[in-house]
């Protein structure tokens, strides 16, 4: 699955805007600013829904794409949104700011996002459209309507029982505490991956503690591969443990360190330094902390959602962070991308970052400037000024 098209109508910041990731060379354009804008449209004919939203793109979308802005710019309301409109989970989007719109402003908010299905279905020509419930979409007839939510509906339920869809979000509000690991049901928790399970909070630091999580996804992988060695039955077990030293590995690179397994009798995650000494999880740099963690719990959920003889690393999915730049050492800012890339080379990557050095390392039709023209109102730019 990769996601193709966002539009936004009264959400946040935003009055009226439309995010294309796919790139401009592809003859889909890569943005437009307003949702009435078809200077950028697709080359194929709308499909035979009706939905003239739902369109035949002639490229994939960008492995990366990057939403450059700063504080009070929209990142983190673009992505929330996101992840309340995806395939097996739509809900309501939070209303823009009442006092701060003008009164042709005050329509029902809603978000409608474009999805590239890929192996969720390797047979579907044209992308599935997701909308906010009660959703009315501009020159959309009833009849459309009425087929786009039944197809909307069709997918969710596929979403919820037969797995894939695979949607990963982290909070820039995330951090790492000092707690033990603590490994029970993974049936229920590495095993099994929900798409209805309520994404990331991206404002509650609360909830973006990411230590226990991180490290049942490594200690199971080790666990699960030496009880099942040998066996048929398991051999999916030392695949994943396989795919999670390669991921780590790579991201560990800059910090001179590899992943050494666990320790066998505390489960704790350990590296290994140059010198061949042995690091435990909680020692471990903070910017390797949390890169082990945008790969360790994004390929969970990709082995998780997905069977088969393939490596999870193989599978497509999204992952979002927000202010992917937080806790990171500013010399590394410009091999994250190239990182995270090498560790998923199927994952599309939507980061939001305020770091201007992070932006400039990109290339820049992977970056979408966020600026806030009037207090009132965001739009969006391709490139790094616009």
Known sequence: ???????????????????????????????????????????????????????????????????????????????????????????PPLPAVASARSAGARAPSYVTTEWLLGDDDPERPHPLVVA???????????????????????????????GGFVFVSFSGARWFSRVPNLLTSPDRSILRYDV???????????????TRETKQVIAYAAVGAALGAGSAEHHHLERFAEALREVIDVVLEPFDLAHAGVSPTTLEPLVRSPRGGLVPFDAMPRAAR??????????????????GEDSPREREGVVAIDDVEAQQEPALL???????????????????????????????????????TESSRVELGEGLLH
């Open 196 to 210: 209805r399970q309520p994404t990331t909070t991206f404002d509650d630091p609360t909830r973006a503690d990411l």
């Open 290 to 307: 949390h890169l082990v963690s945008f790969v360790a719990l994004p390929l969970r959920a990709l082995f998780a959602a997905y069977s």
């Open 1 to 91: 699955m990769r996601l193709l098209r966002v539009s936004l109508r009264n959400v946040g910041p935003f009055d009226d805007a439309v995010l294309r990731l796919t790139p401009p060379d592809s003859g889909a354009g890569a943005l437009d600013l307003s949702a009435g804008d078809e200077s950028a449209a697709p080359v194929d004919a709308p499909s035979a829904h009706g939905d003239e939203l739902t369109h035949v793109y002639a490229a994939l979308p960008r492995p990366v794409t990057l939403l450059f802005g700063g504080d009070g710019t929209g990142k983190t309301s673009l992505l929330s949104a996101l992840a309340l409109t995806r395939p097996g989970h739509a809900l």
């Open 132 to 162: 906010s419930p009660t959703a009315t979409l501009p020159g959309e007839s009833p009849d459309a309507a009425a087929i786009r939510r039944r197809e909307q509906a069709l997918f969710d339920r596929r979403a919820q029982q037969d």
């Open 334 to 372: 410009r091999e994250l991308v190239p990182l995270l890339r090498r560790a998923l080379p199927n994952v599309q990557w939507l980061l939001a970052t305020a770091s201007t050095q992070l932006a400039l390392a990109c290339d820049a039709p992977s970056v979408i400037a966020l600026r806030r």
